[in-house]
């Protein structure tokens, strides 16, 4: 890109370009051809560098579920900063690391009582994996090492998470990845659920596919499984009723631990703290990132059972009992933002509000069922998934379209994945911002029809 046309997406005229970033899961010519670029935000809206307004229909990336800009948390991080700017957390401590545990593992249901802090979901998964790998091993079970994900499963991007995961283009390219890993089957079936508003009537015998694998494998063969309590990234598949109790029932018969990957579910995206809450399910284990610092610093966690935490606090207490953990976990700057963003959670009950408004949400979403390329739609807590018929012979192009001209022409973000438009709003959003929202949503549809 040359400089021209660098001043006319808004940038000051530098030395640089837009060539040095290799952007992440992007086209990256296309993008560099016509970028999308945005330079500040605020509330529910995002701005283009020529000022104008975009309204956020994705919370980022899921993850600013108390709006953007937030003066408490952008106070809590610069004063964070100035005090205590890192901390180590291998074999010392900062209190904000302990508080920040302890807080989340109140909102955690039951006796997920303990929390390991990583900095991205992809890292949060990494180490749930590691972790029940070596909870069996400490226990005695060390033949327990085989892992069960669920196809169109998406758990970040390390060895462990496209390993378990369930996305073609995320695996094909790399390789023989974990051994010993297999899949559940998906839930979706848009002849039996189509515009299903919460969990699907149907499904829930699609657990039992469980006990097919265990027979196939054996139960002292398998370490756990994991699957997210709602699918988001490949398109957002609310779980059918009573398919996550079933997968509890089988996992808890053959001393299976249940993994709930909750990056996108938790804080408060269904309406609840956490998923597991929404749904009476307790698993073994729950990943979280995103939500937990409202997106403002990098940090991802998991939190674990009583009882998976006590199997390794036994030994010589002078001997590690995790050999696992990042530089960064529990970083400062990220507990400030924690602990700001939980504070903002509970003062303005975003997560009730969040339940509060699922229904009217859910009416608005369904409005556009009447346009003439949406075959499906789905909503469950502040989400919602507009399937779009594809354009012949080019899958995903239909959607992709919708967020190059959302961006540009209708000045809204959403994310695609596939020919379908995932929507997912700060928690915060008021009624009007909803019906600014969708009514954009509508005539970005009919543009592109
Ligand atoms: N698990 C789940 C369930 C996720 O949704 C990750 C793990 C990985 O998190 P990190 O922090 O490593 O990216 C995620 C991330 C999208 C989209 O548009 C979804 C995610 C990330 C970026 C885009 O669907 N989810």
Redesign the pocket.
Known sequence: MDLATEVDAGFEPTPNNLEAFFMP?TANRAFKKRPRIVNRAEGVYYFKPDGTRVIDG?AG???CNAGHGRKPIVEAIQAQAAELDFAPVFQFGHPKAFQLASRIALLAPGSLDHVFFA???????DTALKIALAHHRVKGEASRTRLIGRER??????FG?ISVGGIVANRRMFGAMLPGVDHLPHTYDRSKQAFSRGEPDWGAHLADELERLVALHGADTIAAVVV?PM????GVLPPPKGYLKRLREITAKHGILLIF?????GFGRLGAAFAAERFGVEPDMI?F??GVTSGTV?M?GVVVSKAIYDSFMQGPEHIIELFHGYTYSAHPLACAAGLATLDIYRDERLFERAAAIEGTFADKVFSLKDLPLVEDIRTIGLVGAIDLTPIPGSPGLRALNALERGFHEFDVMT???GDTI?ISPPLTITDAEMDELVDKLRRLITAIS
Do not use: M, Q
């Open positions: 899961f994705s990336l899921w993850c900095n991205s979901g992809s890292e949060s998964i499963g998406y758990h970040g991007v390390g998470g997210e699918a988001g990234s490949t990957d909750e990056v996108i579910t990943t990132a995103k990098p991802g994310r695609v994945t995932a």
